[in-house]
């Protein structure tokens, strides 16, 4: 079965690649999101449709990934913070639709930018924007297999919030887009490890929500250049 490592590493390197423009004295908040309880088992899900393509590799059910203990694709934050400097990644988004899933399933992009949606299967996906509470436009937009990257305004992520993504023509599709208005994001990788860098001393509410587990908080404190360890446990 294929785990999907290479999307988590990446929306890793992107969260953490604003350190070079942070203070001259600061600290990092670094942990793991643990899972509390039996971890279910992962389900591969029924492709139906363009076989040839979304049927060379298993597609698992990936709302719910745990690895030691871990919970992946979890979203971290400060909560009302203020400031910090925008990492290029963050400023110019990118979600490849590759192997018929999104890659990566989680992106955190600077609210009132456009995103990338790329098209590396060649086939036709379709970008289908569900909102929520973040009261963003609703996009519904085809990307025909000419169309290799498609850019979508800012209008549908000019809010902050968390805007669902799925693909109209392959339904078991499903990613997330975080149109942040701060740049102090992480999403965990595997075993749930995450690190904000270039944290200025304070206190802080740090903000963990998953798709399926919910939101969390919690309390930390930063002072000076020293890491500070946020281990919380999630139960479904």
């Known amino acids: 079965m294929r785990i999907r490592s290479h999307s988590i590493k990446t929306v890793i390197a992107a969260a953490v690649a ?134 979508m305004s800012k209008r549908y992520f000019k809010k902050p919030g968390i805007v669902k993504i799925t693909c109209d023509v392959h339904d078991w599709m499903v990613g997330y887009v975080v149109a942040a208005k701060h740049p102090f994001y992480a999403v965990t990788g595997d075993g749930g490890k995450f690190k904000i860098e270039n944290v200025p001393d304070g206190s802080y509410t740090i903000e963990i929500w998953h798709e399926k587990l919910g939101t969390k908080t919690m309390k930390v404190d930063v002072k000076g250049d020293v890491t500070v360890t946020a281990t919380l446990a999630l139960a479904k």
């Open 18 to 151: 604003l350190a070079f423009a942070g203070p001259a004295f600061a600290g990092s908040i670094s942990g793991v999101i643990k899972f509390d309880g039996t971890a279910p088992e992962r389900k591969v899900l029924s492709v139906n449709k363009d076989k040839k393509v979304c049927g060379k590799n298993p597609i698992t059910e990936d709302s719910l990934v745990v690895k030691d203990g871990g919970v992946s694709w979890a979203v971290v934050s400060i909560k009302d913070a203020k400031g910090g400097k925008w990492s290029k990644a963050m400023k110019k988004a990118t979600v490849d639709q590759n192997g018929c899933f999104y890659d990566p399933r989680i992106t955190v992009m600077k609210a009132g930018t456009k995103l990338i949606v790329k098209n590396s299967d060649k086939i036709l996906h379709n970008i289908h924007t569900h909102p929520g509470k973040s009261g963003n436009k609703v996009a519904n937009i085809a990307q025909p297999k000419f169309k290799k990257k498609l850019k």
